[in-house]
């Protein structure tokens, strides 16, 4: 069975810097496109940024600038830099990717990592 796990969330100041990581990891495989998401309290989960296999990126307007999606096909892992943090980047980051495996293609996300940017 596939996993996502997260790691790197945690508490920061404004202006500081997190960065998360997620990995796939369970059988045989291959990650598509993959991305992350956050839910702040009382709104809906929204996109952060999106990577293809090959290296394109999009983000969220918020983020521009400030984040930076990347990832390592060979470790199966897709990483989100957070630098300039600011209160309202406060939310429960989930990872998120399209999983093939045998020939179907999968959604899976992973169990979400908080991050907190204190004033």
């Known amino acids: 069975q596939v996993q996502l796990v997260e790691s790197g969330g945690g508490l920061v100041q404004a202006g500081g810097s997190l960065e998360l990581s997620c990995a796939a990891s369970g059988g045989i495989f291959v990650v598509g496109v993959a991305g992350w998401y956050r839910q702040a309290p009382g709104k809906q989960r929204e996109l952060v940024a999106r990577?293809?296999?090959?290296?394109?990126?999009n983000y969220a307007d918020s983020v521009k600038g400030r984040f930076t999606i990347s990832r390592d096909n060979a470790k199966n892992t897709v990483y989100l830099q957070m630098n300039s943090l600011k209160p309202e980047d406060t939310a429960v980051y989930y990872c998120?990717?399209?999983?093939?495996?045998?020939?179907?293609?999968?959604?899976?996300w992973g169990q979400g990592t908080q991050v907190t940017v204190s004033s």
């Open positions: 998120h990717a399209i999983i093939v495996r045998g020939t179907g293609q999968y959604d899976y």
């Open positions: 990577i293809t296999r090959t290296g394109s990126t």
